[in-house]
């Protein structure tokens, strides 16, 4: 019984994103992303701001620009595989800056730890039903807009 309600939480998280997006988030190229992300910051950046470091057993791979923003599939590709560079220094090790946190130079994913990520997403309302219906009905208008030829 334990497997179907892990089956039912995973099908209802899956449904507040595009079809594009769990395509992209379900093939090796991710996990491979994925890992490259979790082995150079292996701690929790929000946490590291905050004077905290924290590696939990399970990290997440934060997007920080919202791939599902992006208007094709090609951006969204863009945006979800877009690694992250941390400013390093003569030895290789990462450059934290006075806040704690490592200093990013470019790309757009952020390591956190489960509740960080949970509490960010709970801040920007990224997946609340409302925010799904509004990203649904500007993806339809600008679908009827690309069959009137706008």
Known sequence: MASLAVSYKRSTTMANHGIIYTRLMNCTEWRKIRERQL?????CEICLSHGVV????????????????ARTEAEQRALAYAETIYQTDIAGGIVYGANG???????????????????????KHSHSRA?????????LSAWMAAQKGE
């Not at 082995?39 to 701690?43: F, N």
């Not at 925010?131 to 993806?139: C, E, G, M, V």
């Open 39 to 43: 082995h150079k910051m292996p701690y």
């Open 54 to 69: 924290r590696q939990e057993k399970t990290m997440d791979v934060h997007h920080v620009v919202e791939v599902e923003t």
């Open 101 to 123: 946190a490592p200093i990013r130079l470019s790309g757009n994913l952020m390591t956190l730890c489960p509740r960080c990520h949970r509490n960010l997403h709970a801040e």
């Open 131 to 139: 925010n799904k219906k509004a990203r649904d009905n500007a993806r």
